[in-house]
């Protein structure tokens, strides 16, 4: 079941994260266009950001992982959300005031807005394989199996986002759903850790009562 719980979780970080790089794209358009610079921006950005998330999710996993903090990280991700749902546009226009180039103000426009939750975002790969890890033998093939479901989840959120979610909600909207999904992943995280645990000190506790 815990494998599974983490198999369904690293599913929806791939599908979120390219769900919120689609969004960048619908965002920035009114300020800087949808030229190639603008999504050259946009992919430096999360490319940047999720080189980093991959590089400090790898050193944290190695702090005694467990699924409170995988929790943590998932919720985390959400709360970063909140920046891009409020200010997203203020922010655009301020830096559009004072960088009219698309290259430059959309470069610098997705690093406020898109920097930080991409990098939270990106740290949940390299967790979710150390929490799946049981032997260095199966490693490469868990790895390998878990970039498997991630990505399978960013290309059905490519395809979701990019042929529906645009067409029937508003950009906040799917901000609002990613967010969401985020946010309850990061709580059944949490509830399926406290459930563990339980059914873990359970069998401690009636070996104690029994060995009395």
Same mark, same amino acid.
């Given at each position: 079941?815990?494998?599974?719980?983490?198999?369904?979780?690293?599913?929806?970080?791939?599908?979120?994260?390219?769900?919120?790089?689609?969004?960048?794209?619908?965002?920035?358009?009114?300020?800087?266009?949808?030229?190639v610079y603008v999504w050259g921006s946009?992919?430096?950005?999360?490319?940047?950001? $999720?080189?980093?998330?991959?590089?400090?999710?790898?050193?944290?996993?190695?702090?005694?992982?467990?699924?409170?903090?995988?929790?943590?990280?998932?919720?985390?991700?959400?709360?970063?959300?909140?920046?891009?749902?409020?200010?997203?546009?203020?922010?655009?226009?301020?830096?559009?005031?004072?960088?009219?180039?698309?290259?430059?103000?959309?470069?610098?426009?997705?690093?406020?807005?898109?920097?930080?939750?991409?990098?939270?975002?990106?740290?949940?790969?390299?967790?979710?394989?150390?929490?799946?890890?049981?032997?260095?033998?199966?490693?490469?093939?868990?790895?390998?199996?878990?970039?498997?479901?991630?990505?399978?989840?960013?290309?059905?959120?490519?395809?979701?986002?990019?042929?529906?979610?645009?067409?029937?909600?508003?950009?906040?909207?799917?901000?609002?759903?990613?967010?969401?999904?985020?946010?309850?992943?990061? $709580?059944?995280?949490?509830?399926?850790?406290?459930?563990?645990?339980?059914?873990?000190?359970?069998?401690?506790?009636?070996?104690?009562?029994?060995?009395?």
């Amino acid at each position: 079941m815990r494998k599974l719980v983490i198999i369904l979780l690293a599913f929806c970080a791939g599908f979120s994260i390219m769900s919120f790089e689609l969004l960048g794209g619908r965002m920035l358009a009114p300020f800087f266009g949808s030229s190639v610079y603008v999504w050259g921006s946009i992919i430096t950005v999360f490319m940047l950001a $999720l080189s980093l998330g991959y590089l400090i999710g790898g050193k944290l996993s190695l702090n005694s992982p467990n699924l409170n903090k995988f929790a943590i990280i998932f919720i985390s991700a959400a709360i970063s959300l909140l920046p891009a749902i409020y200010f997203a546009e203020p922010l655009f226009e301020f830096v559009f005031q004072y960088i009219e180039d698309p290259r430059y103000g959309s470069l610098v426009a997705a690093s406020l807005v898109f920097l930080i939750p991409s990098i939270i975002l990106g740290m949940i790969a390299p967790y979710s394989v150390r929490l799946l890890t049981v032997s260095a033998d199966s490693s490469g093939q868990t790895a390998g199996f878990l970039y498997f479901v991630s990505t399978l989840g960013s290309a059905i959120g490519t395809i979701m986002t990019s042929f529906y979610l645009v067409l029937w909600m508003e950009v906040n909207q799917i901000l609002w759903l990613i967010f969401s999904i985020l946010l309850s992943a990061g $709580l059944i995280a949490f509830c399926h850790s406290v459930l563990l645990n339980k059914s873990t000190n359970k069998p401690n506790l009636n070996a104690a009562v029994s060995n009395q």
